[in-house]
């Protein structure tokens, strides 16, 4: 695909959004709710749903038309790119919990919308909002389709493993009590498979899948074999980003030191440090302070953390590229999982 079919489809899919949008404000005015409330709502949806890159919803567009070798009818690609958005939606359901218990200050290079004023605490509320929008969707466009209740199990799973994936996160590493031996690359890994891999990379491949008719339990289970590991890949990308990525590149300031992230650089670092830096590590870890986190990234460089990370990438990419080439293309294609390959390998943000 060119780069002008790209931001075609890109442009395509966002309009999508704005039909959704009017549709689910449509509901609450049906209401007869105050203006004020429809108008929060709205702006909670913009503010919090479009702006980002997209790549979890645009995924299921691809793999369906890859799946059904470009034969996709205007109907087909109009509920391709409502699942698409409906991903967005679990992702901004998500984001909105995450920055408030990560106390984030940026998102996509604006505020956090519980940062927004006069929000605060209401945002818990509105990423409720956001989440119940997913299946008022899928029951005004889905409901008639032999696939529905495999739509609602897949994102009512994704949902559960994802949340699994965020408590283990919070209670291995609590803002308020910095215990670096509570941290392990088993640990890690635990966390970024549920966190992670199953919502931002097998949950648009299963949803294009049910699209395309596949209900070999065998498909789903190659699947996810080669998307959680691919989901593991992309999450130490974000953790190399949050420390070494530039904000206005990335479209955040990185703030994983400061929240006692069980990252995988922390975790790398704590293999091979030495007493004294260890020393140091736990003195500064954790901490909100701009020193503090510089004490981090210096001993990120003395342990070569970048150069280890860069390694580490391209060990991944010759061991991903190995999974897909054994794959048996009686039900999947190669090329869904190469999709993938291509959006993040080496990516910048």
């Known amino acids: 695909m060119t780069s002008s079919e790209k931001a075609k489809a890109k442009k395509e899919f ?23 409330s429809v108008e929060w709502i709205k702006k909670s949806l913009y503010h919090n ?17 890859i799946l059904k070798d470009g034969k996709v009818s205007s109907e087909e690609l109009f509920k391709a790119r409502i699942l698409g958005w409906c991903v967005e939606l679990l992702q901004a359901f998500f984001l909105v919990a995450d920055d408030m ?18 929000v605060n605490m209401i945002a818990i509320n509105d990423c409720l909002i956001i989440e119940s929008a997913i299946y008022f969707f899928l029951k005004k466009y889905f409901r008639q389709d032999p696939y529905y209740v495999d739509l609602l199990e897949l994102f009512h799973d994704v949902t559960l493993e994802t949340e699994f994936g965020q408590l283990l996160d919070l209670i291995t590493a609590p803002e308020d009590n910095v215990d670096l031996n509570k941290f392990s690359m088993e640990k890690y890994k635990f966390i970024v498979k549920y966190k992670t891999a199953f919502y931002s990379f097998y949950l648009p491949v299963a949803l294009a899948m049910h699209m395309a008719g596949i209900k070999e339990p065998t498909a789903f289970k190659q699947a996810l074999d080669i998307l959680l590991p691919l989901g ?26 400061e929240d006692n992230k069980c990252s995988w ?19 500064n870890y954790g901490k909100k302070n701009p020193e503090n986190v510089s004490v981090v990234k210096e001993i990120f460089k003395q342990l070569c953390i970048e150069e280890k990370y860069k390694k580490y990438e391209e060990e991944s990419f010759t061991y991903l590229s190995g999974l897909i080439s054994q794959l048996d293309e009686s039900f999947l294609k190669k090329e869904v999982f190469n999709s993938f390959m291509n959006k993040i390998y080496k990516r910048t943000k």
């Open 14 to 36: 966002e309009d999508v959004f704005l039909t959704l949008a009017e549709e689910f404000l449509a509901t609450v005015r049906s209401r007869s709710f105050p203006n004020e």
């Open 49 to 65: 749903i479009p702006g980002g890159k997209m790549n979890r919803g645009l995924s299921v567009i691809d793999t369906l038309e």
């Open 101 to 118: 218990m990560d106390a984030s200050i940026t998102r996509r290079g604006n505020p956090c919308w519980y940062k927004m004023e006069g």
């Open 232 to 257: 593991e890949y992309f999450q130490i990308q974000d953790d190399y980003l949050d420390c070494f990525g530039l904000p206005e590149v990335i479209g955040k300031i990185g703030t994983d030191i």
């Open 265 to 283: 650089l922390i975790n790398q670092a704590l293999l091979v440090a030495t007493p004294e830096q260890r020393k140091l590590l736990d003195e």
